[in-house]
């Protein structure tokens, strides 16, 4: 059973930065098919950086240039550092597998104010 747990969410203004992390334990093989999500209130929740297969990282197009995934395998941890902060990024953010594979965390809350 592997569980997942974020962190590092908080309250900042417009432009601000936050960098969230995602401690993964239990059966990992690798954190490489990994990825964040987001949920807003009365969304459904959405993908918004994965890493690829050839060691890249794919990004909606609502945080390309933003936002930037990374990882340690050997700590089993996920970071998703994000820049330029808008009102609209304001969500729980979640990691989980692409797709989603594995039992979802509480998640982090991050408020972005205008």
């Known amino acids: 059973q592997v569980q997942l747990v974020e962190s590092g969410g908080g309250l900042v203004q417009a432009g601000g930065s936050l960098r969230l992390s995602c401690a993964a334990s239990?059966?990992?093989?690798?954190?490489?098919?990994m990825g964040w999500y987001r949920q807003a209130a009365g969304k459904q929740r959405e993908l918004v950086a994965r890493?690829?297969?050839?060691?890249?990282?794919n990004y909606a197009d609502s945080v390309k240039g933003r936002f930037t995934i990374s990882g340690d395998n050997v700590m089993n941890t996920v970071y998703l550092q994000m820049s330029s902060l808008k009102p609209e990024d304001t969500a729980v953010y979640y990691c989980?597998?692409?797709?989603?594979?594995?039992?979802w965390g509480q998640g982090t809350q991050v408020t972005v104010s205008s």
């Open positions: 989980n597998t692409d797709p989603p594979q594995w039992v």
């Open positions: 239990g059966r990992i093989f690798s954190i490489n098919f």
């Open positions: 890493f690829t297969s050839g060691g890249g990282a």
